[in-house]
């Protein structure tokens, strides 16, 4: 049996995983220009969309991580062993990254043409605040912060997003 390292599987690897990424790449397109084309998102999931942007957002932390992090790749090596691949390739990286753009495009054609909904523009706006409150969340637990100062923004970040993130549950309840 040939070692998964060798290099005609490493070139087999690469071929595929090119024509993989140029399959699914072309995927996101049709939704796109139909969209533009119609100039209207009526039909389109909003709340698909959003979580097809989470998927892809983590896929891309996960493969950029494995990719490009020398740490993240040595602890790889020292659980599977130095002589195995890492299983994360140029063409994932690629990938994730081309579909988080195609995301967040479809994402911005909501914002451009409109919700189809009141509804939609509700949800909207509280999975708009949902990240705001990640992505604050986030920067409240790097490691790199001073603790008395993390604890400090931690907490008055903590209390401003909650009660954002309240009032807009509450207000989305209410309608």
């Not at 969309?49 to 020398?70: E, G, Q, R, V």
Request: with cysteine.
């Amino acid at each position: 049996m040939v070692p998964w390292n060798s290099f005609p599987l490493q070139i087999i690897y690469q071929i595929f995983g090119w024509l993989a990424f140029l399959s699914w790449s072309l995927a996101g397109y049709p939704q796109l220009i139909s969209n533009f084309r119609r100039k209207s998102v009526v039909g389109l999931s909003l709340d698909y969309t959003i979580l097809n942007f989470t998927k892809h957002w983590s896929y891309l932390i996960y493969n950029a991580s494995l990719f490009f992090s020398p740490v993240i790749q040595k602890q790889y090596f020292e659980k599977y062993g130095y002589g195995q691949m890492i299983p994360v390739a140029a063409n994932d990286v690629a990938f994730s990254t081309h579909a988080v753009i195609i995301n967040l495009i479809v994402i911005s054609q909501f914002a451009i043409y409109g919700v189809s909904t009141y509804n939609q523009l509700v949800e909207f706006l509280i999975i708009q605040r949902w990240y705001l409150f990640s992505c604050l969340s986030t920067l409240c637990f790097r490691p790199n912060v001073c603790f008395e100062a993390r604890s400090n923004m931690k907490a008055k970040t903590l209390r401003i997003c909650l009660i954002s993130y309240f009032l807009d549950c509450l207000f989305y309840k209410l309608i």
